[in-house]
């Protein structure tokens, strides 16, 4: 993940975010990328395998009644056509629910007994009855909640909210297909970021953290970056400093929510800030799989809220293709979480995908990174040898 400025995302009386209309497809080619380049021609075989290398405009996929079809005309005039698929539904198919949390309990269990039923019954759909449930970190998995082997299933969270505990994944998915997140809220309470001042102790440059953003001798810090705070945005071309884990200036809690690093010299004094608290430490929504015939294929994100997180928003990292993004949000909301940004990082990362990537009608801000980053990189075929 490069080190990108990062965006600016409000303004005073009026929200300057990522408002994402337009349909994004990975893999469609507006114009030939192999212009220019050297063309096989001294054998049909290999003209025939060098074309059938070309990734296609149309999606593989079949699209049936009800799932998320885009089409347009490429610059080119070539049709393009992104298809994901939703969750087949079937009446005779159960719908589970889950209860109530009560406000002390470890409410993962309760979700991860109810996907493992739907697993076992073919359950078509699991709702959720409560309206916030607290869920603690599977250290084995390192997420809060494992989505697996799961196929034509919609959470349905009517508006619940699940609040994570620590640093690692929230919602990771693996080896499903045709999965469906809906009407949720999801956040960390751990402490993702927080807001300070620099200020002069003496011959060195300190950083104070604002009381109502605790931090303790056990909290890291990872990167502090300018901020306006009455504006709520980045400060154009303003000072950062990133301190990675093997850093060899480390930031230490020398004083009550008070910082020192000697790469704090370098900032200016009296400025305010964005501070992490962490690095890449699990992304809200994390798709992650292997190649092969369980890969993870069509996962619809509809009406679902990141309020904050320690890395990534959503993360697809190994999808096979299809992936909708929909009618949501990347926005912090302090008030339930108690960080003042969303995402440590970028809203959405799609790393390794096939294609069928849907980015319609979204809100992305306060991110600490790339709004939407889309990272599939492709290399022409050049030459082919007949051998």
């Not at 406000?103 to 991860?112: F, G, I, K, R, V």
């Not at 056990?218 to 301190?243: A, N």
């Not at 509809?302 to 928003?313: E, T, Y």
């Not at 990347?330 to 849907?358: C, F, K, M, R, W």
Request: with cysteine; proline share 7%; hydrophobic share 40%.
């Amino acid at each position: 993940m490069a080190a990108t400025r990062p965006l600016a995302t409000r303004r005073r009386g009026s929200l300057l975010a990522w408002a994402i209309v337009p349909v994004l497809a990975l893999g469609c080619q507006a114009q030939d990328p192999l212009a220019g380049l050297p063309r096989p021609k001294t054998s049909p075989h290999q003209a025939q395998w060098f074309a059938e290398q070309q990734p296609s405009p149309t999606s593989p996929a079949q699209a049936q009644a009800g799932d998320l079809v885009s089409s347009w005309q490429g610059p080119s005039g070539q049709g393009i056509r992104v298809v994901v698929r939703l969750p087949v539904e079937d009446a005779k198919r159960q719908v589970l629910t889950v209860r109530a949390a009560r406000p002390d309990e470890d409410a993962s269990p309760l979700l991860q007994a109810a996907l493992d039923a739907a697993r076992q019954t073919g359950a078509q759909r699991i709702v959720l009855e409560g309206s916030r449930y607290r869920l603690q970190l599977n250290a084995k998995l390192a997420a809060h909640l494992m989505i697996e082997g799961l196929s034509d299933l919609t959470l349905d969270g009517r508006g619940a909210s699940l609040i994570l505990s620590g640093m690692g994944d929230g919602i990771r998915i693996r080896q499903s297909e045709r999965v469906r997140l809906s009407n949720l809220t999801i956040g960390y309470d751990a402490r993702c970021s927080s807001l300070a001042v620099t200020r002069r102790d003496g011959d060195r440059v300190v950083l104070v953290v604002d009381a109502r953003h605790p931090v303790t001798v056990s909290t890291p810090l990872h990167q502090v970056t300018e901020y306006d705070r009455e504006q709520r945005q980045w400060v154009p071309g303003g000072k950062r400093v990133i301190l990675p884990p093997d850093s060899a200036t480390p930031a230490t809690l020398i004083a009550p929510q008070t910082y020192h690093s000697t790469a704090f010299s370098r900032l200016p004094v009296g400025s305010t800030f964005a501070v992490f608290h962490s690095w890449y430490q699990g992304a809200a929504i994390r798709i992650e799989d292997e190649p092969g015939p369980k890969q993870t294929q069509d996962v619809t994100i509809d009406h679902v809220k990141i309020a904050s997180g320690p890395g990534m928003g959503v993360l697809a990292y190994g999808l096979k293709r299809g992936l909708a993004l929909v009618n949501s949000q990347v926005q912090a909301d302090e008030g339930l979480t108690g960080n003042p940004l969303s995402t440590n990082y970028d809203a959405l990362h799609v790393l390794i995908s096939g294609g069928d990537t849907l980015v319609r009608n979204n809100l992305f801000a306060d991110q600490g990174d790339d709004a939407i980053n889309l990272s599939a990189p492709q290399s022409p075929i050049v030459s082919v040898d007949e051998a």
